[in-house]
T-cell receptor, first 112, second 111 residues
């Protein structure tokens, strides 16, 4: 079974630029999560999708972050414009409903 | 608001020791608790999932317990090996699937 795929693995941008991350979950997993992990901290939930609907986006900075899940499968997370404090690893995870989460390798973003 | 705390933040032990990692949470209304391992520069690997109705789960040298009423979970690692060196994270989830993570315990097992 293929795991959760993410791209790119690394991205370096200047502040005020925009960036997009892509996630392909495990086939058949209804729930998809995006997390932000700052160095030395645990992952913080940004947004949770159930199929193609948003379940929770209470911690998503909506003035600069946006996310969508296309046809209930792939998802993209966008930051526009980026700030220095957005430097982090962005993790995507998927799960069957209310079950074990499986994580992708993450995208390491550096904002200079 | 759920808060998850993991103590200690870092732990160093000699190879072969048995050890316990701790996880505490403030809201006992959880659906499940999951322990993860994270190697440097990598994503999270699931180790054990405990449903709220369960008391413990075992996989190989790992045993995780859950005391929902007191808001605590422990991860027991038997006969530690250098390959066990990593950061261990716990996460609690609600019945809507929303997860809250601790900041992890970084374990170093010395040969």
């Amino acid at each position: 079974e293929a795991g959760v795929a993410q791209s790119p693995r690394y991205k370096i941008i200047e502040k005020r630029q925009s960036v997009a991350f892509w996630c392909n979950p495990i086939s058949g997993h209804a729930t998809l999560y995006w997390y932000q992990q700052i160095l030395g901290q645990g992952p913080k939930l940004l947004i949770q999708f159930q199929n193609n609907g948003v379940v929770d986006d209470s911690q998503l900075p909506k003035d600069r972050f946006s996310a969508e899940r296309l046809k209930g499968v792939d998802s993209t997370l966008k930051i526009q414009p980026a700030k220095l404090e957005d430097s982090a690893v962005y993790l995507c995870a998927s799960s069957p409903t209310l079950a074990e989460q499986y994580f992708g390798p993450g995208t390491r973003l550096t904002v200079t | 608001k759920q808060e998850v705390t993991q103590i200690p933040a870092a732990l160093s032990v000699p190879e072969g020791e048995n050890l316990v990692l701790n996880c505490s949470f403030t809201d006992s209304a959880i659906y499940n608790l999951q322990w993860f391992r994270q190697d440097p520069g990598k994503g999270l690997t699931s180790l054990l999932l405990i449903q709220s109705s369960q008391r413990e789960q075992t996989s190989g040298r790992l045993n995780a317990s859950l005391d929902k009423s007191s808001g605590r979970s422990t991860l027991y690692i038997a006969a530690s090996q250098p390959g066990d060196s990593a950061t261990y994270l716990c996460a609690v989830s609600t019945n809507a699937g929303k997860s809250t993570f601790g900041d992890g315990t970084t374990l170093t097992v010395k040969p």
